[in-house]
Structures are given as C-alpha cells and as structure tokens.
C-alpha cells in the first residue's frame, strides 16, 4: 500500500526566504510521486513529479524537489518565496499498476510573510 | 486547449437526496478519476474511468457509484446523501491512462448536504 506523510500542516516563510516543504512516502514498488498546488476556490495544480528518471526533478513556479530512496523522501524546495506562492501543497503517491489513483498526504499551507 | 470543466460548482442537497456531478475531461483525454476533499479526511479516490470501464475504486459504499461515456466525459452519483458527503468533489482527466500519468484537475463541484 502506498502512503504519503506530509509534515507540518502550516508553514510560514518569509518573503524571500527559502521554501522547504516536507513529504516522506510509504510505497511496496517503486513509487511515483507528485507534488500538487491548490489555491482557494481552485482545483489542483501539478508542480512536478517523479517517475524514477532523475532524482532531482525540476517544476514550475521555481520549484524542485529531490527522491531521496534512503530516507523515503522527496521534499519540495524553492530558494526564494513569493507573495504568490501562499497556497497548500499536496504531496501524492502512485504505484506503477497503470492506474490513476493517487494518495495524498494531508496538505501543508503556506503562508509567506511580505 | 479547454481546461477539465465540473459542474455544477456548487450544490445544496438534502440528507437522504441523491446527487449527479458532471466531469468534461480535456479533449482527447481518455482517463477520468474522481476525488473527494473534505477537512476531515482530505483528499480521497474515489474511482478511475478509463474507456468507459471502472479501472480503480476507493474505499467508498456502494452509495458512490460512477461512469464514463464514449465521449469520455464522466459522471458521478451519491445515493441517500448523508451529511458527512458534504465535500469537494474533484474530478481529474489524462491522456493514455497507463503509467501514472499527469492528471489534470477541474475546480471542483462544493457539494453541501443540510
């Protein structure tokens, strides 16, 4: 079974500062594993995602996030925080069974300080 | 290229009702999955359509139930609404369903139960 756990459900950061959002995963396989950005009123965004290619993964927005199999991690990261970049992250998990079903972890806000 | 359109956005529905919640996927898209978002429980899957045949389904009663036309656009239905329905209800469209693929969210039909 897979799972995802996000830790800290808000996180505030000043602007400018460094963004680091934390996911660590459960996963029987090798996993695939997404980082999603919902602003409010909205559905979900892709940030980027992993699927066992390079283990630092590049998104949008200036975001990246590293697969680090040893510690079942892959933590989200940003150098600089944005005013824009207030918002709850999501990170999520598949397996590779060809099926469409993710696994959320429980969300952390963002909030960033001006 | 349309965006994944849900409607309605929003939803009054009294306990014991039975609701219909619509999902245009973006053309070309054949892959349809459906999540609930509440506080409480986050975000769930509920089920996947993939060429009109459930691939995947959450851990969701029987009162949940699904389908997807040959266009590929796709319904769900929650029988004897329970106050506890009352959530977000995301739908998410990709293109070839077959390895864990991009998904694309629409914004969601708010659905409350009184």
């Known amino acids: 079974a897979q799972s995802v756990t996000q830790l800290g459900s808000h996180v505030s950061v000043s602007e400018g500062a460094l963004v680091l959002l934390r996911c660590n995963y459960s996963?029987?396989?090798?996993?695939?594993l997404f980082w999603y950005v919902q602003y409010p009123n909205q559905g979900l965004q892709l940030l980027l995602k992993?699927?066992?290619?390079?283990?630092l993964v590049k998104g949008i927005n200036g975001f990246e996030a590293e697969f680090k199999k040893s510690e079942t991690s892959f933590h989200l990261t940003k150098p600089s925080a944005h005013m824009s970049d207030a918002a709850e992250y999501f990170c999520?998990?598949?397996?590779?069974?060809?099926?469409?079903?993710?696994?959320f972890g429980t969300g952390t806000r963002l909030t960033v300080i001006p | 290229k349309a965006g994944v359109t849900q409607t309605p956005r929003y939803l009054i529905k009294t306990r014991g009702q039975q609701v219909t919640l619509s999902c245009s996927p973006i053309?070309?898209?054949?892959?349809v999955s459906w999540y609930q978002q509440t506080p409480g429980q986050g975000l769930q899957f509920l089920f996947e359509?993939?060429?009109?045949?459930?691939?995947n389904k959450g851990n969701f009663p029987g009162r949940f139930s699904g389908r997807q036309f040959s266009n590929s656009r796709s319904e769900m239905n929650v029988s004897t609404l329970e106050l506890g329905d009352s959530a977000l209800y995301l739908c998410?469209?990709?293109?070839?369903?077959?390895?864990?693929?991009?998904?694309?969210f629409g914004p969601g039909t708010r659905l409350t139960v009184t």
């Open positions: 999520a998990v598949s397996d590779q069974t060809g099926a469409n079903n993710l696994f």
């Open positions: 992993y699927t066992s290619a390079a283990t």
């Open positions: 996963s029987s396989v090798p996993p695939y």
């Open positions: 053309s070309g898209h054949r892959s």
């Open positions: 359509y993939f060429s009109e045949t459930q691939r």
């Open positions: 998410a469209s990709s293109s070839i369903g077959g390895d864990p693929d991009e998904q694309y």
